[in-house]
């Protein structure tokens, strides 16, 4: 089945400093990959979506890229913001033609920037 | 825009008790989902609603019964608590099934004593 993997539990990082948040995954299919963001006391919203076209995706100063070859949609950010601190999901749709397209998440990685 | 509210916000109950927690949305999607989050497991889908009326299982069903009479709301009862019930419960929606962009609530905590 579908699954992915983010190694970090926890991240701490200096405000300033380039953040990647890692994400791997395996599927049967040609996923689409997410990224989803939950600040503390507040519901998870997505953050960023894979294209199909190789495109890479941006939002509010972050961007990943699927890497098909390596099965990987890394997270990141030239220069981390304190408001950045937050629990980030990466996660997949296997979007199978006529099947069940459920998102699979990841463990889920808190990104905690200090000053 | 839409909203996704969830009631209540904090759930105390004692072990062995049945407990019903609940989920309104007015983006007027279709399909409607019961996440269950835990530090360190991610978000686990226990049960989803394409339209109303229907209800799918998802990966973490057992102990738990859901139900969705109106197109609107979706709720979602825990049998029989246990005390490693303790979590936060998250209610989404997206406008059809398949569709990737959901839309979360800002959860229900349950305690189990």
């Known amino acids: 089945g579908d699954s992915v993997t983010q190694t970090e539990g926890l991240v701490t990082l200096t405000e300033g400093l380039p953040v990647m948040l890692n994400c791997t995954y395996q599927?049967?299919?040609?996923?689409?990959l997410f990224w989803y963001v939950q600040h503390l006391n507040e519901a998870p919203k997505l953050l960023l979506k894979?294209?199909?076209?190789?495109k890479r995706p941006e939002h509010q100063g972050f961007h990943a890229t699927l890497h098909k070859s390596s099965s990987s949609f890394h997270l990141q950010k030239s220069s981390a913001q304190l408001s950045d601190s937050a629990l980030y999901y990466c996660a997949l749709s296997p979007m199978a033609t006529g099947g069940n397209n459920k998102l699979t998440f990841g463990q889920g990685t808190v990104l905690s920037v200090i000053p | 825009g839409g909203i996704i509210t969830q009631t209540p916000k904090f759930l105390i109950g004692q072990e062995g008790q049945k407990l019903t927690l609940k989920c309104q949305q007015n983006f007027n999607h279709d399909t409607m989902y019961w996440y269950r989050q835990d530090s360190g497991k991610g978000l686990r889908l226990i049960y989803y609603s394409i339209t109303e009326n229907d209800l799918q299982k998802g990966d973490l069903s057992e102990g738990y019964d859901a139900s969705r009479e109106k197109k609107s709301s979706f709720s979602l009862t825990v049998t029989s608590a246990q005390k490693n019930e303790m979590a936060v419960f998250l209610c989404?929606?997206?406008?059809?099934?398949?569709?990737?962009?959901?839309?979360f609530g800002s959860g229900t905590r349950l305690t189990v004593l």
């Open positions: 894979s294209f199909t076209d190789n």
């Open positions: 989404a929606s997206s406008i059809y099934r398949g569709a990737e962009t959901l839309y």
């Open positions: 599927s049967t299919y040609s996923p689409f």
